[in-house]
């Protein structure tokens, strides 16, 4: 239950936004309150900015998002439900609905984040397990105690990999969980949905990729082996799994519903997973990560500048969130993840940024928020600093923006991979704690740095004009 701070800002939130019947659904990320309203137009900025514990706002594709901050947002997500906001899902809207919230794509990009946010945490976990493992197996922290990698037992090896391996082997499973909940399915058939593609008896991916393995042919040119790390056929399948299963208990009689809607359901489920939808998309994932890592690949680190210096651009139009899915594919094909430190750079290079801003005004309101979001950002949460600061001067976030290049550009020469993924920046070190570590710091203190200096000497004067 929601406490009584909370619950007071949620209602100066409602009465800011214009009150329930504005309100079309509600979600939240990881630090943002997002709202799809129907008139725009009667919200009072200024009392939303007034409130306590908001750190900025912004309108795009007809979702108004308040900027809380990490655990904060989830604290008030709560007390709007307990005061009567609906959290309707907004694929089930009505018309009106998605007329308001922009673009198919937007839309659909905006699917990709509310079904992988969910299942975020246990990845993060997934990846400090892994940072700790390396830490701890490294030759130079075994010899402090007089012991070498042959030393470490069978056993413990074993019991770290069900810490590191259990996450990806089971990913699919996740995936379908996340999105049966979000398209209005039973999250429990989502499960068992995904526990099918990953069942021991089918042949491993990892297996059948590395060649110590056959896949299962069906009708003379169908290969099938699990799914195991696979992403995109669970998404897909948790989509068409979740609409299957609502079709068919409208036509199937209450009487039998029980019965005959979860066998229906996952028999054409696994049918289409493992002879339509698996084989198709599992190909387009393929040539989805060729792609990325053709741009990481670029010669010269241009890639590693590019995504850079475009990263933070991204997080501002709200659609970061599909990066997701590349990276966790990436950790479960190699155990790898380059776009890590590439984001990690850019997000220094806004808090750099940020801390020049702040440094350099005598304004004691723009340094009330600078400096807090300078933190926030080195954090790994640069909302507060692009939206309260940088973007507001325009010049700061671009050369916010050119240090994450340079930053990227040094990540992708020093070939700089993390262990895992979504946490950044400073909690970020712990995605690298094995030779990588000082390679790391370097390449977040350059962003950093170069960022600072080019805001301190570009960017940033007092009387600028706010965006």
């Given amino acids: ?107 659909l990009i905006r699917v990709f984040g509310d079904v992988f946010v969910p299942i975020i945490p246990a990845l993060v976990a997934t990846g400090l397990f892994m940072g700790m493992r390396g830490l701890i197996t490294q030759p130079q922290m075994l010899s402090i105690f007089g012991l070498t990698p042959e030393d470490i037992s069978q056993n413990f090896i074993t019991f770290t990999e069900v810490l590191t391996d259990t996450a990806f082997a089971f990913l699919p499973v996740l995936v379908c969980w996340s999105a049966f909940k979000v398209f209005g399915g039973s999250p429990l058939l989502g499960i068992l949905l995904g526990l099918m593609l990953v069942h021991p008896s089918l042949p491993t991916a990892w297996e059948v990729a590395e060649g110590t393995g056959d896949p299962l042919v069906f009708f003379g040119f169908i290969e099938v082996s699990g799914y195991q790390g696979s992403v995109l056929p669970a998404f897909i399948m948790g989509f068409l799994g979740a609409h299957i299963e609502k079709r068919l208990r409208r036509v199937i009689p209450p009487t039998f519903d029980l019965i005959i809607t979860p066998f229906l359901s996952l028999l054409l489920m696994i049918f289409l997973a493992f002879f339509i939808v698996g084989p198709i998309f599992h190909g387009i994932e393929i040539l989805m990560l060729s792609g990325v890592e053709f741009i990481l690949g670029l010669p010269l680190g241009i890639g590693g500048f590019l995504y850079g210096a475009l990263n933070q651009i991204i997080v501002v139009t709200g659609i ?148």
């Avoid at 630090?31 to 900025?45: E, G, K, M, Q, S």
């Avoid at 007809?62 to 809380?68: D, F, K, N, S, V």
């Avoid at 005061?83 to 899902?89: L, P, R």
């Avoid at 807090?372 to 700061?396: C, D, H, Q």
């Fill in 1 to 107: 239950m929601a406490s009584k701070e909370y619950k007071k800002i949620a209602s100066e939130i409602l009465e800011a936004v214009g009150g329930s019947d504005n309100i079309i659904s509600m979600a939240h990320c990881a630090t943002r309150l997002r709202l799809v309203v129907r008139d725009r137009d009667i919200i009072d900025d200024e009392k939303i900015e007034a409130t306590d514990q908001v750190k900025g706002f912004f309108f795009t594709s007809g979702q108004y998002q308040i900027i809380l901050g990490t655990g904060i947002v989830n604290r008030v997500y709560e007390a709007m439900e307990e005061i009567g906001v609906s959290a309707t899902s907004k694929y089930e809207l009505k018309e009106e609905a998605s007329q308001q919230e922009g673009s198919k794509l937007k839309r």
């Fill in 320 to 467: 970061h969130h599909a990066l997701n899915l590349i990276e966790i594919q990436l950790l479960a094909d190699t155990g790898w993840n380059p776009i890590n430190p590439i984001g990690s750079a850019s997000i220094c290079a806004q808090a750099g940024a940020a801390l020049a801003v702040a440094i350099k005004t005598k304004q004691a309101k723009i340094k009330a928020i600078a400096y807090p979001s300078t933190v926030s950002a080195l954090l790994g949460i640069t909302e507060p600093a692009i939206f309260g600061v940088n973007l507001r001067f325009m010049k700061p976030f671009l050369m916010g923006l050119v240090g994450g290049g340079v930053g990227g550009f040094l990540a992708t020469i020093l070939q700089l991979k993390g262990t895992g993924m979504s946490i950044t920046a400073i909690p970020g070190i712990l995605l690298y704690l094995n030779d990588q570590i000082l390679l790391y710091l370097l390449v977040c203190s350059v962003g950093f740095a170069v960022a600072f200096l080019l805001t301190w000497l570009f960017g940033y004067k007092d009387g600028m004009l706010s965006k």
